[in-house]
């Protein structure tokens, strides 16, 4: 326990660094997946539209 | 798809530079960034507190860029491109003004002091949170697209002024300000080219993230309005 609390409290930044990829991570993988769906809608729509 | 890899990427980097390499006093290896005084460790913070208040200024101007081309051409799809951007906009401001907060915490002991800065960047939340009440307030999509143009042109006027000019000429504690004797005009800031170069990369990786952001926001904002109005056809 003592051992970990050291290795957290020297190693602050590169914990943070962790994190901050994490975040990225999620965010970049939120946009690409909303903009992969954004898409398929809009093909949707506009293969109505010629439909017509 | 390339890019977006090569954003992904880019901001990867950036922010493995941006918090782990170390700063020193006298940089010798190439992942070593100088020491400034005043801003010591705290420096690091340049790498994305800048871009966001960069982003809110990029923002605000494809705002009002599209809110002419809306006066112009009457078309909605560029009243959703520029309501796209003023959302975005308005995130990045607040972004900034949370990061500069957590920053002069640690800088100048509390949290907000009103420096010119600050009060700056205040005012153009308020200008901004007015926009997006003026937006809510009005039924008719057309007029509430011409007045919020109107609105989104006269309160653009106000954005170099508040980011670029004002905070340069007033004696302040931020960075920049017309008494620093550290840092000076931020570009010939005392970086080596390391941390310019990192600098540089962040705010280009930023701004693709933002115009990424912003197509994705105006084409779902497009997409809803079509599917609204085939649905009352319907």
Redesign the interface.
């Known amino acids: 326990m003592q051992g970990l609390y050291q290795l957290l409290d020297k190693n602050a930044?590169?914990i943070?660094?962790i994190i901050?990829?994490i975040v990225?991570?999620g965010i970049?993988l939120y946009?690409?997946n909303?903009?992969k769906r954004?898409r398929t809608?809009?093909k949707e729509?506009n293969g109505d539209k010629n439909a017509k | 798809m390339v890019w977006?890899i090569f954003?992904?990427v880019l901001?990867?980097f950036v922010?493995?530079a941006g918090?782990?390499f170390p700063i020193v006093p006298v940089p010798h290896a190439w992942y070593e960034f100088p020491l400034i005084p005043g801003l010591k460790e705290n420096a690091k913070i340049i790498f994305f507190h800048v871009p966001t208040a960069w982003l809110s200024a990029v923002a605000f101007m494809m705002n009002t860029i599209y809110s002419i081309k809306y006066l112009r051409k009457k078309n909605l799809d560029d009243d959703a491109k520029s309501y796209a951007a003023a959302q975005l906009g308005i995130i990045f401001c607040v972004l900034a003004t949370v990061t500069g907060a957590v920053w002069a915490k640690f800088a100048w002991g509390s949290f907000w002091s009103w420096d010119p800065r600050q009060t700056s960047i205040f005012a153009l939340l308020l200008i901004y949170g007015a926009w997006f009440a003026l937006r809510s307030s009005i039924e008719s999509e057309e007029k509430r697209a011409t007045l919020s143009s109107v609105y989104a042109i006269i309160a653009f006027l106000t954005v170099p002024f508040f980011v670029f000019i004002m905070p340069r000429i007033m004696s302040g504690l931020h960075p920049g300000s017309a008494d620093d004797t550290n840092a000076g005009p931020v570009i010939n800031f005392k970086m080596n080219g390391n941390m310019q170069l990192i600098f540089f990369l962040s705010l280009i990786g930023f701004t693709i993230l933002y115009f990424?952001?912003w197509s994705?926001g105006y084409?779902?904002l497009i997409?809803k309005d079509?599917?609204n109005k085939q649905s009352i056809k319907e």
């Open positions: 930044i590169y943070v660094m901050v990829l990225w991570a970049f946009l690409y909303l903009d954004i809608v809009e729509m | 977006k954003l992904f901001l990867a922010s493995i918090i782990a990424w952001m994705i084409r779902s997409l079509k599917i």
